[in-house]
Every structure is written in C-alpha cells, then in structure tokens.
C-alpha cells in the first residue's frame, strides 16, 4: 500500500504518483498497514466443544428445543458427561422456565386483556428462538439465543 506524504491520501501499490497533487507515492511499511479486523461473538461457544462432542451428542442436544422441559429431562439422562449437551440444556431450560413464567403472569393478569394478548404474542416469539436454536444444533453450533442470553439466571 501506497500513500501520498503531501495529502496524506492512500493508494493501491500500482499507483506511482498521486492523484490530487501528483507528487511521488511512499510505500507504508507492512506494521502500519491496517490489519484486518476478527469478529467475535461473545455468545458463541462452538469452539468450546470438540468436534467429537458434537458429532455424538447431536441428537440429544437438540431434544430440549424439540420437547421442552421433558426433552431437558431426556438429555440429562441420555448423556449427561456432554458438555455440549448440557449446553444445549441450559438453553433449553431458559426458555422452558420463560415461557412458564410467561404462563403464570398471563394467569394471574388475565383479567386484563393486554397482558394474555402480549404473554402469547411473547410465547410465540420464544417458538421462533426454539426453532433458530434446533436448527443451529443441525450445524453444530452452540450459541446462546437471542433475547434468553440476556437473562442472568442459568448462566
């Protein structure tokens, strides 16, 4: 990479003079050359899991999305020395105990007609996170749901 100590402008190594004031290109040395940026994604814990663990416990990871609370309580029993499972768990229980919570408050607030409307509206939207998680089980990924990340309990 290339840059015009005059205008302070950069330009691709091809380039010999510049384009604005047409005086001579240096070459920026290679340790002040932006380096490319790695995204991370804090929620994302497939590195965390061998390849092994994943291939193998596949199945059972993805019953908590399938089953709910009696797909957590199947997977524990199936394997519980997985760590990807127990991952998979722990999500999958999040959600069993937010759509429950969900359930006793459009209960107990069911004499208004808001609370049952916007709790089904926010159960159906916790469907749709099971759904995205089951199919990111498919891919062997192990990252935590939207929305369910940001709830401090089960960490």
């Given amino acids: 990479m290339k840059f015009c100590p005059n205008c302070h402008l950069s330009y691709d190594d091809s380039a010999n003079v510049c384009g604005q004031c ?12 932006p380096q490319p940026q790695v995204a991370y994604d804090p929620s994302d814990h497939t ?8 291939s ?13 609370f009696i797909g957590v309580i199947i997977a524990l029993l199936a394997a519980p020395s997985s760590p990807y499972t127990m991952f998979h768990v722990r999500q999958g229980l999040k959600l069993c105990v937010t759509e429950i919570l ?14 049952p409307i916007a709790a089904g509206i ?8 099971e759904i995205i998680c089951f ?17 401090g309990f089960l960490k």
């Fill in 102 to 115: 969900l359930g006793f408050v459009a209960a107990v607030l069911a004499i208004t007609i808001i609370v």
């Fill in 56 to 68: 193998d416990n596949k199945v059972f990871a993805m019953l908590p999305y399938l089953m709910s």
């Fill in 135 to 151: 199919f990111r089980v498919c891919q062997g990924q192990a990252k935590e749901p939207p929305i369910i990340k940001n709830l």
């Fill in 122 to 129: 926010c159960i159906m939207i916790l469907l749709v996170i």
């Fill in 47 to 54: 590195a965390e899991f061998s390849a092994q663990d994943i």
């Fill in 22 to 33: 047409g005086g001579p290109l240096q070459v920026i040395p290679q340790q002040y050359q």
